[in-house]
């Protein structure tokens, strides 16, 4: 870090975890457009990492953060805007972003950096906010905010925003893996052979294994490299996408298993072992109890 910008210590760190989508179904569609969604959230313990530091009244500024993502538009510099709007606290912030996970990857990188800025500044600042104003300004920043502000594993309907909690899933390793490609998500929502009209299930068919992710075929068709990543890791255990992908993900009884499976990755692949988690690492660093 140079003059004047923020020298980081590693025990300030606030983690932004990511999360996975243990399956993905599109059941309909609103008169508004947006695609109404099942899924299930799950977090990892291995994200980004955040350090806040005060700042005058009214500036929010950010060091690090994602490459080529312009500071105005980077979801944590605007959850701090926005809380600072909605509150009219006179407060200022410098934030220093550690992006560790990959963009474009289907982990929710965005949304939990936007996630932890929200919670950990609501703290900091004493905003007073309750778990469900922050879960609300969470929304208004992206459909996956809400469930890194809630901070528990979380069955998923509607948009993404109606939750239930489920926070007694096998918490496996997990080996994620992703090819160096960028998925154009609308490009996938308006494929004519993506599935809109999933039979909707019930939380004991997800347990029960009866569930997929829609979008893993028609990104297999589009991206090769997707494919080989699923291919590679399913001569390991059983391969799935998360959200639209890029990462193939899959899930081992412990660590040296899930790190094995990353060996010998092609150059310019991304690849890591995590362990999934109920209850959000943030959360966890907070001690808060998650509500819904």
Not at 56 to 69: F, H, I, N
């Amino acid at each position: 870090m140079g003059q004047g910008l923020m020298t980081p210590a590693e025990e300030n760190a606030w983690p932004a975890p990511a999360k996975l989508n243990l399956f993905l179904h599109i059941v309909g569609r609103r008169d508004d457009g947006y695609h109404l969604l099942q899924t299930v959230f799950q977090f990892l313990d291995y994200g980004d990492r955040l350090w806040f530091e005060s700042a005058p009244a009214g500036m929010v500024a950010r060091e690090g953060g994602p490459a080529g993502v312009a500071e105005l538009d980077d979801l944590s510099v605007r959850a701090a805007r926005t809380l600072l709007q909605v509150t009219g606290l006179r407060e200022g912030v410098r934030l220093c972003l550690d992006k560790r996970l990959p963009a474009g990857g289907g982990l929710g990188g965005g949304s939990s950096d936007a996630a932890t800025v929200l919670l950990v500044l609501n703290r900091l600042w004493r905003a007073g906010l309750s778990q469900d104003d922050l879960a609300e300004l969470g929304l208004m920043l992206g459909a996956d905010v809400p469930v890194f502000v809630r901070g528990t594993a979380a069955w998923a309907e509607g948009v993404g925003e109606r939750l239930e909690p489920l926070p007694d899933l096998p918490e496996p390793w997990y080996a994620v893996v992703k090819p160096p490609v960028s998925i154009a998500t609308a490009d996938l929502f308006a494929d004519p052979k993506l599935t809109r009209d999933c039979p909707p299930i019930t939380i004991r068919d997800f347990l029960l294994g009866q569930a997929g992710n829609v979008f893993e075929p028609v990104v297999r068709a589009r991206y090769p490299e997707v494919a080989q990543a699923l291919e590679r890791l399913s001569a390991h255990a059983p391969a799935r996408l998360t959200g639209t992908g890029a990462c193939a993900f899959a899930a081992f009884a412990d660590a040296d298993s899930a790190r094995g499976a990353l060996r010998d990755l092609p150059e310019g692949w991304h690849g890591f072992a995590a362990r999934g988690c109920n209850l959000s690492p943030v959360h966890a660093r907070l001690g808060a109890t998650p509500a819904f």
